[in-house]
Nanobody, 127 residues
Framework: QVQLVESGGGLVQAGGSLRLSCGASGRTFSGCAVGWFRQAPGKARYFVAGISWSGSRTSYADSVKGRFTISRENGKNTVSLQMNSLKPEDTAVYYC????????????????????WGQGTQVTVSS
């Protein structure tokens, strides 16, 4: 069992930055691909960024490429999402998720494939 806890959300003006962190307890992130998803009110949950177990492969949604960076520190059991040049359309609840039983270089992008989810952290970008 893995418990995931996100932190770092908040209110920021357009053009600003936030850094989200996801911590795991119960077991380590070792052996897991990790992803960030977001859900705006009335909308579905969408993939934002993902990182492989090894940390060497990443994937991003087109809408965040060049602005967001996902990284992981396996020794600290955390995965972070650095978000720069934020836009009002980035406003959403951001969720961290872990996918187990994956290959070392696998990056997951489909929400239904992930096994564990955090409670989410609100990110609000004002114009």
């Amino acid at each position: 069992q893995v418990q995931l806890v996100e932190s770092g959300g908040g209110l920021v003006q357009a053009g600003g930055s936030l850094r989200l962190s996801c911590g795991a307890s119960g077991r380590t992130f070792s052996g897991c691909a990790v992803g960030w998803f977001r859900q705006a009110p009335g909308k579905a949950r969408y993939f934002v960024a993902g990182i492989s177990w090894s940390g060497s492969r990443t994937s991003y949604a087109d809408s965040v490429k060049g602005r967001f960076t996902i990284s992981r520190e396996n020794g600290k059991n955390t995965v972070s999402l650095q978000m720069n040049s934020l836009k009002p359309e980035d406003t959403a609840v951001y969720y961290c998720a872990a996918k187990t039983r994956v290959g070392y270089e696998h990056v997951g992008e489909i929400a239904d494939d992930f096994d564990y989810w955090g409670q989410g952290t609100q990110v609000t970008v004002s114009s």
